[in-house]
Nanobody, 125 residues
Framework: QVRLVESGGGLVQPGGSLRLSCAAS????????MAWYRQAPGKERELVAQ???????NYGDSVKGRFTISRDDAKNTVYLQMNSLKPEDTAVYYC???????????????????WGQGTQVTVSS
């Protein structure tokens, strides 16, 4: 069973930094693109950053220049380094990983989207 576990959220003052981690556990064959999303109260979930299997990155306009996404394939982990945090960055942050599990009885090899449980980030003085 594939599972994503997030960590690193918390309370930070404006201008501070946090580093989120999202580790995949279980048995699987391969991983592809990974991403971080966030959802603030009363708002829709939005893409924060994504990284392809080849390492290309893309960021939401509101976090460009402040956030950095990276991956460590040896640890099955994706990170989000968040600097110069603002109150408007307050949200629940979710990671998503495209993972190909072993096909089991289906015999189908394909990637599926797996989501973490979410971690709260609060930026406040």
């Amino acid at each position: 069973q594939v599972r994503l576990v997030e960590s690193g959220g918390g309370l930070v003052q404006p201008g501070g930094s946090l580093r989120l981690s999202c580790a995949a556990s279980g048995t699987f064959f391969n991983r592809n693109a990974m991403a971080w999303y966030r959802q603030a109260p009363g708002k829709e979930r939005e893409l924060v950053a994504q990284i392809t299997g080849g390492g290309s990155t893309n960021y939401g306009d509101s976090v460009k220049g402040r956030f950095t996404i990276s991956r460590d394939d040896a640890k099955n982990t994706v990170y989000l380094q968040m600097n110069s945090l603002k109150p408007e960055d307050t949200a629940v942050y979710y990671c998503k990983q495209e993972i190909m599990p072993y096909p089991g009885t289906t015999g189908v090899w394909k990637f599926y989207d797996y989501w973490g449980q979410g971690t709260q980030v609060t930026v406040s003085s």
